[in-house]
């Protein structure tokens, strides 16, 4: 049974991509709606025209050579088998299309339809996916350089401690301080052969020996205490090696833990601390009790928390610093949700700025990569949080909040 012409009229016209037919010339007989819409042009503009100018450049003036091959040969380059091309606009701007070409016969007249999607959309989520993909390949790559380093770094400052503990060991031995000192007893008890053999000079020697025994002594004192001081900072500087290798493994996939949110807070406030104390200021950590254990991607969370609390600090850079600066690390869970506060008594900033501090590129730092918020926002989400930041105003610090829904772990 033949298909009514006006069924067929419904379906051409209702397709939702658009449709062309065109004869063996490359003349356009019919368009549909989804045509006019995708293109810009009317009908009445398209039917009589060839199909190229549907095409930019060099595909406009190579299209023809494409139709009288095909005829000639009947080799297929695009017909039966469909290929992505470039469409152009009646403005002129171009797009991506999906391209499929099919051949049939009208009262024994060949005819060619062709079915175009614009596959915009498509080709943007492509390309955000290749892009998110490269910086995730990136964040790998820099994870894989950060631990090799904190391995290497972490060997170095086992040798330093050997070290300064091989010269503590000299010091506290003090074997030239106890000759010297033997040395003195001696020159007492030879008092007088000494004083026959150098005269008025025997003195002199005692004397000399004397002083030198009393200058070592404070010298080895000083050193001392020096290489004292130098083992509390390779000590501290390991402690906080430990700490970032605990947390060395973000970037590289997936792996949900048990966290104890108060021994984050405690571990990011070891890790910030000298950048904080060198500004005359201070972290202080304050932890709800008998707060759950939180079931989620450890390394993810300190790595938002790390660059929170970097904002933080810097932002002591910008203006007149307060007499001391602050910053309160807050943990607590409201409902289901775990919420990880910063607050710091910094420079602040104005209403206009809250939502563009999440923006790629954006930075109020001179040298700043713009990279910060935006990419906490991203892994954030990738946790099925989100994270917001606010302002009093100028002078007048701010606050970053970060929320995150994850399921209570039995500690």
Same mark, same amino acid.
């Given at each position: 049974?033949?298909?009514?012409?006006n069924?067929?009229?419904?379906?051409?016209?209702?397709?939702?991509?658009?449709?062309?037919? $065109?004869?063996?010339?490359?003349?356009?007989?019919?368009?549909?709606?989804?045509?006019?819409?995708i293109?810009?042009?009317?009908?009445?503009?398209?039917?009589?025209?060839? *199909?190229?100018?549907?095409?930019?450049?060099?595909?406009?003036?190579?299209?023809?050579?494409? *139709?009288?091959?095909?005829?000639e040969?009947?080799?297929?380059?695009?017909?039966g088998?469909?290929?992505?091309? $470039?469409?152009?606009r009646?403005?002129?701007?171009?797009?991506?299309?999906d391209?499929?070409?099919?051949?049939?016969? *009208?009262?024994?007249?060949?005819?060619?339809l062709?079915?175009?999607?614009?596959?915009?959309e498509?080709?943007?989520?492509?390309?955000?996916q290749?892009?998110?993909?490269a910086?995730?390949?990136?964040?790998r790559g820099?994870t894989?350089?950060?631990?090799?380093?904190?391995?290497?770094?972490?060997?170095?400052l086992?040798?330093?401690?050997?070290?300064?503990?091989?010269?503590?060991?000299l010091i506290?031995?003090?074997s030239?301080?106890?000759?010297?000192?033997?040395?003195?007893?001696?020159?007492?008890?030879?008092q007088?052969?000494?004083?026959?053999?150098?005269?008025?000079?025997?003195?002199?020697l005692?004397?000399?020996?004397?002083?030198l025994?009393?200058?070592?002594?404070?010298?080895?004192?000083r050193?001392?205490?020096?290489?004292?001081?130098?083992?509390?900072?390779?000590?501290?500087?390991?402690?906080v090696?430990?700490?970032y290798?605990?947390?060395?493994?973000?970037?590289?996939?997936?792996?949900?833990?048990?966290?104890?949110v108060?021994?984050?807070?405690?571990?990011?406030?070891?890790?910030?601390?000298?950048?904080?104390?060198?500004?005359?200021?201070?972290?202080?950590?304050?932890?709800?009790?008998?707060?759950?254990?939180?079931?989620t991607?450890?390394?993810?969370?300190?790595? $938002?928390?790390?660059?929170?609390?970097?904002?933080?600090?810097?932002?002591?850079?910008?203006?007149?610093a307060?007499?001391?600066?602050?910053?309160d690390?807050?943990?607590?869970?409201e409902?289901?949700a775990?919420v990880i506060?910063?607050?710091?008594?910094?420079?602040?900033?104005?209403?206009?700025?809250?939502?563009?501090?999440?923006?790629?590129?954006?930075?109020?730092?001179?040298?700043?990569?713009?990279?910060?918020?935006a990419g906490?926002r991203?892994?954030a989400?990738s946790?099925?949080g989100?994270?917001?930041?606010?302002?009093?105003?100028?002078?007048l610090?701010?606050?970053?909040?970060?929320t995150?829904?994850g399921?209570?772990?039995?500690?």
């Open positions: 049974m033949a298909i009514p012409q069924l067929l009229r419904a379906v051409f016209d209702s397709a939702f991509d658009g449709l062309v037919t $065109i004869d063996d010339a490359g003349t356009i007989d019919a368009v549909n709606p989804a045509t006019e819409t293109f810009g042009y009317s009908r009445s503009e398209l039917i009589g025209r060839n *199909v190229k100018v549907l095409m930019p450049e060099p595909y406009h003036s190579q299209h023809d050579g494409y *139709v009288h091959r095909y005829l040969t009947g080799e297929r380059r695009v017909i088998i469909g290929r992505e091309v $470039i469409g152009r009646c403005d002129g701007t171009t797009f991506p299309v391209l499929a070409v099919t051949e049939f016969e *009208v009262d024994g007249q060949r005819r060619f062709g079915l175009l999607r614009d596959i915009t498509r080709k943007g989520n492509e390309q955000r290749a892009a998110l993909a910086r995730e390949a990136h964040q820099k894989e350089i950060a631990s090799g380093v904190l391995h290497d770094l972490g060997n170095v086992s040798g330093i401690g050997s070290r300064v503990s091989s010269g503590r060991s506290e031995d003090q030239v301080l106890k000759n010297l000192q033997r040395m003195i007893t001696f020159l007492g008890t030879n007088e052969a000494l004083e026959r053999a150098l005269g008025t000079k025997a003195d002199a005692v004397q000399l020996v004397q002083a025994v009393e200058a070592l002594g404070v010298r080895e004192e050193i001392a205490e020096d290489l004292n001081a130098a083992n509390s900072y390779v000590t501290h500087a390991q402690e090696l430990t700490t290798r605990r947390y060395s493994g973000v970037g590289s996939g997936p792996a949900r833990e048990r966290l104890d108060g021994q984050l807070l405690l571990d990011a406030q070891q890790m910030m601390s000298d950048a904080m104390t060198k500004r005359g200021g201070m972290i202080q950590v304050h932890c709800q009790r008998d707060l759950p254990v939180l079931g991607e450890r390394a993810k969370v300190m790595q $938002i928390l790390l660059n929170l609390l970097k904002n933080a600090i810097e932002s002591f850079d910008e203006g007149e307060p007499v001391m600066p602050t910053i690390l807050t943990a607590r869970q409902g289901g775990f506060e910063v607050a710091d008594n910094g420079c602040g900033f104005g209403e206009e700025l809250a939502e563009l501090l999440f923006t790629e590129g954006f930075s109020t730092k001179e040298r700043g990569s713009g990279v910060g918020l906490c991203r892994i989400g946790l099925g989100e994270i917001a930041v606010e302002s009093p105003g100028l002078g610090g701010a606050r970053a909040r970060l995150i829904p399921r209570k772990e039995r500690a």
